[in-house]
C-alpha cells in the first residue's frame, strides 16, 4: 500500500471522548509512601488538604480505591470544544530518519491554550466553582499552565492571580499577554508581595524565579485570601489523573490504527503529561498482558529522574507544602535558564516515583541543543512547531527510532506531543542564532541540595 493510502490521522466521534478518568493508584503492585504533614512527620488525611485545594482534588489526591472516577459533565462538555485531539502517524518524520519504525503522536497541542494543561485546568476550576469559592491562584513556569487556567477560570467565572517565573515573564511576554487577555492578574516571581518572594529577593536581589518559588507566593496569597484555593499544574495526583484522558483517548486511537506501542514517550516537567498517555497503557503492564516501555524525557540540566535522590521534600522553596517522598533533586536547587521552562522543577510526583523505584520507567537526559535539533527536525518534518518542552520528548523519540533503524525493527513508538512552541519562538532564534548553550551539571551541585534533606526515608 503507498504511503498516501494510508490513514494518517484518527479522531474519536464525541461519545467516545472519556467519561472516567483513570486513578492509577487503585492499581499500583506497591502504593506510592504517604504524604506527611511537616510538622507533625504525621501521614497526611484529604482534610488536611482542604485549606489549601478544592475538597474534590483533595479526595482525588489521596484516592487509592476507585479505579475510575466520572469526568463531572459540565468539564466533559468544556473538553469536547478540543477533544478527542488527534492521534497522527508521523510519516514524514520516519521517513527523514529513515527509520522502520512505526512513530504516532497524540497531538495535545490542538487545545485552545495549545498544550495539554487545560485538560487538568478545567477540571479544577469546576471544582472550585462547584465548592463556592470565588478566587484562585497559581503558579506558572513557560506560562502554559497559567494561560490554561486563566481561560479555566474565566469560564467558570472564577477570579485568578498568577506568579510567574521572572525569566519566563521576560523570556515570553505573550504568554503574559494571553493570561491577561483571559482576564487574570500576572505577578513576576519572586514578588515582593508576599513574604516567601521578599525573603528570596533580599538575599538574591538578581533571582530569576523558579517554579519552586513561584509556588511558594500562590500558597502564601490563596492561604492569606479568603475564600481563595491554591491549584497546581503537575506533579500532584490529582492532576495526573486529570491528563489520563489523553492516554484512555489514544488507547482507542492506536486500536483504530491497528496497532499497540512498543514504548510510550513523554517530556517531564512535573509529570502530569507523562502520566496522562502512559498511565492507561501502564494498567497492562501491571496485569501481564503487555510488555509496553515508558520513556520519561527531561533536561540534561534537571535531571531529577535520573540522578536525584529517593526522599521525603517540599514541593516548594519555601516548605509551605507538605513533605512528599519523590526522586528529587532538592527543594532549594536552582535549574539553569533553559528554554524548557515548564520541565525546570526540582521533584517528580509520589506515583511516579514509586513506579520508577518498582522499574516501570525509564528516565532519559536530554541536552537543550540535542532537543531543538529534534524538534526542528520535527516541524520540518510534519509541519507543527513543537514546544520547547516537546523537544525533549522528540528527542528520545528519535533515539529511539534510530535504534530502531540499526536493528532493522519495525517498533510502534508512541509520544505525546505536550504543546506547539508558536509561543516560543525567541528561543528558536536562540537556537539558530547559536546562542543556545548544553549546561553540566556537576554531581557536587546535587550533592549540596539533595544532602541537606531530612533523611525521612
Ligand atoms: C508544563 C508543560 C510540560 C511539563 O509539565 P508536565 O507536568 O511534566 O507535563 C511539558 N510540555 C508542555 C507543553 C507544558 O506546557
Not at 108 to 125: D, F, I, Y
Not at 299 to 309: F, Q
Not at 347 to 357: D, E, N, P, R, Y
Amino acid at each position: 500500500m503507498k504511503t498516501q493510502d494510508k490513514q494518517k490521522r484518527f479522531l474519536l466521534p464525541e461519545d467516545e471522548i472519556p467519561t472516567a478518568w483513570y486513578n492509577i493508584a487503585a492499581d499500583m503492585p506497591n502504593k506510592p509512601l504517604p504524604l506527611i504533614n511537616p510538622q507533625t512527620k504525621e501521614p497526611l488525611k484529604a482534610e488536611d488538604l482542604y485549606p489549601l485545594f478544592s475538597h474534590a482534588a483533595a479526595d482525588q489526591e489521596l484516592n487509592q480505591t476507585d479505579r475510575f472516577i466520572p469526568i463531572p459533565e459540565p468539564v466533559r462538555e468544556l473538553y469536547k470544544n478540543y477533544r478527542s485531539t488527534p492521534l497522527v502517524r508521523a510519516y514524514g518524520l520516519e521517513k527523514a530518519l529513515g527509520t522502520p519504525a512505526h512513530i504516532y503522536f497524540k497531538n495535545e497541542s490542538v487545545s485552545p491554550v495549545g498544550s495539554h494543561k487545560l485538560n487538568s485546568a478545567l477540571a479544577q476550576a469546576y471544582y472550585c466553582k462547584e465548592e463556592g469559592v470565588t478566587n484562585v491562584t497559581t503558579e506558572t513556569g513557560a506560562g502554559q499552565w497559567g494561560a490554561a487556567l486563566s481561560y479555566a477560570t474565566k469560564a467558570f467565572g472564577l477570579e485568578l492571580a498568577v506568579y510567574m517565573v521572572k525569566i519566563s515573564y521576560e523570556q515570553k511576554p505573550y504568554r503574559r499577554s494571553i493570561m491577561q487577555t483571559f482576564g487574570a492578574q500576572v505577578i513576576a516571581s519572586p514578588s515582593m508581595s508576599t513574604k516567601a518572594g521578599r525573603k528570596i529577593l533580599t538575599e538574591h536581589p538578581n533571582y530569576q524565579g523558579s517554579l519552586g518559588t513561584a509556588i511558594s507566593e500562590a500558597v502564601e496569597l490563596a492561604m492569606q485570601t479568603p475564600n481563595c484555593k491554591y491549584a497546581l499544574g503537575s506533579v500532584l495526583n490529582h492532576v495526573s489523573l486529570h491528563q489520563t484522558v489523553i492516554g484512555l483517548e489514544a488507547e482507542k486511537q492506536m486500536a483504530m490504527a491497528g496497532e499497540y506501542p512498543d514504548v510510550i514517550i513523554a517530556c517531564f516537567g512535573g509529570g502530569s503529561n507523562f502520566s496522562g498517555i502512559s498511565y492507561p497503557f501502564m494498567r497492562h503492564v501491571f496485569s501481564g498482558e503487555k510488555k509496553t516501555r515508558f520513556i520519561a524525557a527531561e533536561p540534561a540540566s534537571c535531571p531529577k529522574l535520573t540522578r536525584g535522590v529517593f526522599q521525603y521534600d517540599y514541593g516548594d522553596e519555601a516548605g509551605y507544602t507538605p513533605m512528599m517522598p519523590m526522586f528529587t533533586l532538592g527543594h532549594n536547587f536552582a535549574p539553569a535558564n533553559i528554554h524548557a521552562g515548564g520541565l525546570r522543577y526540582h521533584g517528580a510526583g509520589t506515583i511516579i516515583s514509586q513506579l520508577l523505584k518498582d522499574g516501570y520507567l525509564k528516565g532519559e537526559d536530554i541536552p537543550q541543543i540535542e532537543s531543538f535539533n529534534a524538534g526542528e527536525l520535527f516541524a520540518q518534518a510534519e509541519g507543527i512547531i513543537p514546544a520547547p518542552e516537546s523537544c525533549h520528548a522528540i528527542a528520545a523519540t528519535i533515539r529511539e527510532a534510530l535504534k530502531a533503524k540499526k536493528e532493522g525493527k519495525e517498533e510502534v513508538i508512541l509520544f505525546n506531543l505536550s504543546g506547539h512552541g508558536l509561543i516560543d519562538m525567541t528561543a528558536y532564534d536562540q537556537f539558530h542564532a547559536g546562542n543556545l548553550i548544553d549546561y553540566s551539571l556537576p554531581d557536587e551541585e546535587i550533592k549540596r541540595t539533595t544532602d541537606s534533606l531530612e533523611k525521612i526515608i
